[in-house]
């Protein structure tokens, strides 16, 4: 996999407002710019594309200035960005009352230093907030919340319904393209099922100019699909290859970063590809400034067991002797999401709370 040179990036200019350049000095990820557009309209040439990138580092970019329903997402995560900034200025006392992982709940509050990020003990150098799918869009009981965020249930639901739509496209094609029957990824991730979904509001400030390092710890994500808005670097992914160093994924303006998590490594015994990555200070200049993100996690519904799915030629056969753990998606999201949070790591286990690092390590070496 070969990186971008200087010159190939001169035309992807980060004209964010307000936000410092990203630097062209440093090593980016050459990950493919699918269009929302053309993926809507059917172009078969962009779903082999999608496949592709499934296959080969389940990273990707997505246009969605290129289209009514793109455009509209990129509207609500506009918005949704200012409401993160003002949800993360309330007092650290009053945001860990919405703390909820004592109750193996991994929604709510996270501080900083809230998790360990390593096998070292070091920890986590950013905070976040989980907004379940199923809260917001009335399917459960809802619970407890900054006024912040009661006030912008509207906007979160337009949001949610939004990256969940596009979750679908992405699902629905990749469905059509392994030949499996019609619907069933799709089956598998209804809106209105109980599930694991959410919307993540991050935030990391700037790090010592002395002491700059990982904020959030190498890692697969646990669900199906996830859909990242960014303005300032410091997301790292590390290519397939022995030999593959980390490189940065470089923000653009209009476009999502979107990724495959475990369940679609599960659901294809390793033919899709969710890779490792992390997140460090952004370079150059961006890293004096504070970094926001704002993602949807779109995960399968709690009771589908994350196993290999039968109907498809495409998807490898098991190997003799390779044996599946039997586990729901709601089992592995609580212990992919508690099991490095301080106080658990005993518990549970730092090797046990992994993803499929191995599995596609296995595969794709």
């Keep these: 996999m070969q990186l971008q040179s ?6 992807i200019l980060n004209n964010f407002s307000g936000i410092p350049p ?14 929302s557009e053309k993926l809507l309209a059917g172009d078969p040439i962009e779903y082999k594309r999608l496949f592709q990138a499934s296959t080969d ?3 990707f970019y997505l246009d969605l200035s290129d289209s009514e329903q793109g455009s509209a997402l990129l509207g609500d995560a506009d918005n949704l960005f200012q409401v993160g900034e003002r949800l993360f200025e309330l007092s650290l006392e009053e945001k860990k009352k919405y703390d909820l992982s004592g109750e193996n709940s991994y929604f709510g509050y996270k501080a900083q230093g809230a998790a360990v990020i390593d096998k070292q003990g070091n920890l986590d150098r950013n905070e976040f907030y989980n907004v379940s799918k199923d809260d917001i869009l009335g399917i459960s009981d809802p619970l407890p919340a900054p006024e912040t965020l009661h006030q912008n249930r509207a906007r979160l639901a337009s ?6 739509a596009t979750v679908t496209l992405i699902l629905d094609i990749l469905n059509d393209q392994l030949a499996l029957p019609k619907d069933t990824l799709q089956n598998l991730h209804r809106q209105q099922a109980i599930s694991g979904d959410q919307v993540r509001f991050i935030k990391a400030p ?3 100019v002395d002491d700059r390092r990982t904020a959030m710890g190498q890692h697969t994500d646990f669900g199906s699909v996830t859909i990242l808005f960014n303005r300032l670097g410091g997301l790292q992914v590390l290519p397939p290859g022995a030999d593959a160093e ?12 979107v990724n495959l998590g475990d369940a679609m490594v599960k659901f294809t015994n390793g033919l899709f590809r969710s890779n490792i990555h992390r997140v460090v200070a952004p370079p150059g200049l961006q890293a004096r400034s504070t970094r ?11 009771s589908v067991m994350l196993r290999r799915l039968e109907g498809s030629d495409r998807i490898p056969v098991m190997e003799d002797g390779q044996t599946e753990e039997e586990m729901n998606s709601k089992d592995w999201i609580i212990r992919r999401a ?3 949070r301080v106080g658990r790591v005993n518990e549970i286990g730092f090797e046990k709370s992994a993803g499929t690092e191995e599995l596609s390590r296995r595969i794709k070496a």
């Design 6 to 11: 200087q010159t190939d990036q001169k035309d």
């Design 159 to 164: 949001f949610m319904q939004g990256s969940h």
């Design 57 to 59: 580092i389940g990273f």
């Design 338 to 340: 508690l099991g490095h």
């Design 206 to 208: 700037p790090q010592p």
């Design 22 to 35: 990203f630097p062209d000095d440093v090593s980016t990820a050459p990950l493919l710019r699918l269009s």
């Design 292 to 302: 926001y993100s704002l993602v949807y996690f779109a995960r399968p519904e709690d």
């Design 246 to 257: 980390w490189v940065y994924v470089r923000p653009l303006p209009g476009h999502a970063i």
